[in-house]
């Protein structure tokens, strides 16, 4: 992970985990307000309103995320250890603002999810190894036969 954003990441996970029980009190909102875009903060507490962070546990312990937002749904990861950066969101403001601009540390998906968890306010879900095939392949679906035959024909496969 890069030294330039190591430091952002460590302020937004400092403030996110000084959030205590159920309810965000005024010093919470004070500081996510000062660590994040207002838009980031709003969207985020709407989705925790509504209700729309799903967490899924498998009977191994294995959890994920979905988030269902204004347009459209998303696969939030909060532990992903392979990549330069901890968190992963499906959607494209992730993409864009966090991977590409580097101008924001989290999406308002994220930071739904860690918040929710901190409230113990994730919508729960067990999970079987069925059920998470499935949302994988929701989110990362196989490529289509003709797809592979174009790559391979080009010599990309």
């Known amino acids: 992970m890069s030294t330039s954003l190591l430091e952002p990441l460590k302020i937004v ?5 000084r959030v205590q029980g159920q309810d965000l009190t005024d010093d919470d909102l004070y ?4 660590a994040f875009p207002e838009q980031t903060v709003l969207g985020a507490l709407d989705l ?3 209700g729309n962070v799903l967490k899924y546990t498998t009977s191994w312990g294995h959890t994920e995320y979905e988030i269902i937002g204004s347009n459209g749904t998303y696969l939030v990861l909060l532990d992903v250890s392979t990549t330069g950066y ?3 969101c499906s959607c494209p403001a992730f993409i864009h603002y966090v991977l590409q601009q580097k101008n924001h540390v989290m999406c308002k998906h994220i930071l739904a999810t860690r918040l929710a968890n901190r409230l113990s306010v994730c919508v729960h879900r067990q999970m079987s190894p069925e059920d998470l095939v499935l949302l994988y392949t929701r989110y990362y679906p196989a490529k289509d036969e003709e797809e592979e035959n174009d790559s ?4 990309l496969v």
């Open 152 to 155: 391979s024909m080009l010599g």
């Open 31 to 34: 500081r996510l307000q000062h």
């Open 48 to 50: 925790i309103d509504r």
């Open 86 to 88: 901890p968190y992963f």
């Open 13 to 17: 996970d400092a403030v996110i985990n």
